[in-house]
């Protein structure tokens, strides 16, 4: 059975700073990895899409990678704002499964 | 509409009594998703549709949870006899076709059962 984890549960930083979310998980027969955005009360909001033929994806100031066999993907965000506070989702895709979701981290930034 | 509306944004029952979550998908999507959402926790699946074509019920907890799409478009997650266990936000996706797409999520319903 797949399990996704996500470290840190928590990260709170100062604005500016550059940061790595990180997501493992157990089964590397994925498809694909997606990494979402929650804010509270709200649903998801879907961040990047990495296909399991690629090694990363970047929008603006998010870039997140795959590394498929070892079961690790990170979410770099370079210059972090107040505005990106809000928790971060890791979802692995198997194929004949439905998407299996992380914990998430939340993250705080600090103005 | 422009994305995935669940409605009613909140609802809170009696335990015992029964409810029913809507969800109105992207226009043209073809695949739409439930999932819960206990506090603290990520989303876990519940059911997935094809059309009107209900492909994946596994993540279903009991037999008190039933899901419809009859014509393809807008679902309904019913909850019988609901118990407090059952307080979560039920959230709603859809995509154009499939999980090798990216889901778009609505806001979700968040069920109190007291």
């Known amino acids: 059975k797949q399990e996704v984890t996500q470290i840190p549960a928590a990260l709170s930083v100062p604005e500016g700073e550059n940061l790595v979310l990180n997501c493992s998980f157990t089964d590397s027969a994925i498809y694909n990895l997606q990494w979402f955005r929650q804010d509270p009360g709200k649903g998801l909001t879907s961040l990047l899409l990495i296909q399991s033929s690629q090694r990363e994806q970047t929008s603006g100031r998010l870039n997140a990678s795959l590394d498929k066999s070892s079961g690790r993907s990170t979410l770099y965000i370079a210059a972090s704002q107040p505005g990106d506070s809000a928790t971060y989702l890791c979802?692995?895709?198997?194929?004949?499964?439905?998407?299996?979701f992380g914990k998430g981290t939340r993250l705080s930034v600090i103005a | 509409g422009a994305g995935v509306s669940q409605s009613p944004r909140y609802k809170v029952a009696k335990r015992g009594q029964d409810v029913a979550l809507r969800c109105d998908p992207i226009?043209?999507?073809?695949?739409l998703f439930w999932y819960q959402q206990a506090l603290g926790q990520g989303p876990e699946f519940l059911t997935y549709?094809?059309?009107?074509?209900?492909?994946?019920k596994s993540g279903l907890p009991s037999d008190r949870f039933f899901a419809e799409r009859p014509e393809g478009s807008v679902s309904t997650l019913k909850i019988q006899r609901t118990q407090q266990e059952d307080s979560a936000v039920y959230l709603c996706?859809?995509?154009?076709?499939?999980?090798?797409?990216?889901?778009?999520f609505g806001d979700g319903t968040r069920l109190s059962i007291l």
């Open positions: 979802a692995v895709y198997s194929g004949n499964t439905p998407l299996v």
């Open positions: 549709f094809q059309n009107e074509a209900q492909l994946d």
């Open positions: 996706a859809s995509s154009l076709l499939g999980s090798n797409q990216p889901q778009h």
């Open positions: 226009s043209g999507h073809v695949s």
